[in-house]
C-alpha cells in the first residue's frame, strides 16, 4: 500500500471561494431591484393620491363653502341679503381682547346694493374650559343680528348650553346693543345684569355676555372702516 495521498480534486475548493462574491452580487442586486420597485410603487401611489385630491377637492371645498353659509344665514337669515356673503369679506386685526393674534376674516352683508350688517368671528379666553369660539352678527345700526357659539370645550350637561342645538340661551342677545341693556346690566343675573346664567355654570355664560358686549363695543369704534368700504357693491377695504 503506498503512503503518498491521492490529491483532493480542487474544483470544490475552487466553487466554494466563489460562492461569496456572487450571493454579495445577487444580494445587492436584489435590494437595488427592490428600492427601484418601491420606488416605482411610491411614485404611482403618489400620482393616484394627487389625481383623488385634483378630482375631489373642489366638492369638499363646495361642501365646506356650503357648510360655512349655513352657519352664517343662521345669523343673518339669507332674504336679509343679496349680496355674495361668502366672498364680501374683509381682513381685519380685532383687539386681543376679542380674538387671537393674527388677520380675522369679517363677513359684510349687503341688500340693494345697501350695507346691512356684518359678522364677526369673535373668541373668548375665559371660558371655564378654555377660549369659545363665536359669531356675532350685527345690524349696521349696532343691534345684534345673532350670536352663534361655533367651537368649545365646555361642559357637556351644563356650559354646553351655549349651544343653539342645546337650549336657547343664545338668543338672548337677539336685538340687544350697547345701551340696551345699560352697560351695568351686561352681566349674568348672578352678578346683577340683564342676562340668565345656565344652571349648574356661571363662568361660561359670563364669559359669552362679556365676548358679545365687547363685540359690540368694536363695531361702534370700527364702524367708518367697516362699513364705508361697502358703500359701493364690490368696494374693498
Known amino acids: 500500500m503506498s503512503d503518498e495521498k491521492t490529491p483532493v480534486s480542487g474544483g470544490s475548493d475552487e466553487g466554494a471561494v466563489d460562492s461569496g462574491p456572487r450571493t454579495a452580487h445577487t444580494l445587492r442586486a436584489g435590494a437595488w431591484y427592490a428600492s427601484r420597485s418601491l420606488l416605482a410603487f411610491s411614485a404611482v401611489a403618489v400620482a393616484l393620491l394627487a389625481a383623488v385630491y385634483q378630482v375631489a377637492q373642489p366638492r369638499i371645498e363646495a361642501a365646506e363653502a356650503a357648510q360655512q353659509l349655513r352657519v352664517l344665514q343662521q345669523i343673518l337669515p339669507a332674504d336679509s341679503f343679496d349680496n355674495a356673503l361668502l366672498d364680501d369679506t374683509i381682513e381685519v386685526e380685532l383687539p386681543l381682547t376679542l380674538s387671537r393674534p ?71 342677545f337677539n336685538g340687544r346693543a350697547l345701551g340696551d341693556p345699560p352697560d351695568t346690566q351686561w352681566r349674568v343675573r348672578k352678578d346683577g345684569g340683564a342676562f340668565d346664567q345656565l344652571t349648574g355654570a356661571t363662568i361660561t355664560p359670563r364669559a359669552v355676555v362679556a365676548a358679545v358686549r365687547e363685540a359690540l363695543a368694536y363695531h361702534a369704534q370700527a364702524h367708518e372702516r367697516l362699513y364705508t368700504a361697502i358703500d359701493t357693491p364690490g368696494g374693498g377695504a
Open 102 to 172: 393674527g388677520a380675522d376674516t369679517v363677513w359684510r352683508a349687503r341688500r340693494g346694493g345697501r350695507p346691512v350688517a356684518v359678522i364677526l368671528p369673535v373668541t373668548t379666553r375665559d371660558g371655564y374650559s378654555g377660549d369659545i369660539d363665536l359669531l356675532v352678527g350685527i345690524h349696521r345700526d349696532g343691534r345684534v343680528a345673532a350670536v352663534r357659539v361655533v367651537a368649545h370645550r365646555e361642559t357637556p350637561g351644563l356650559g354646553d348650553a351655549i349651544e343653539i342645538a342645546r337650549s336657547t340661551w343664545i338668543e338672548q
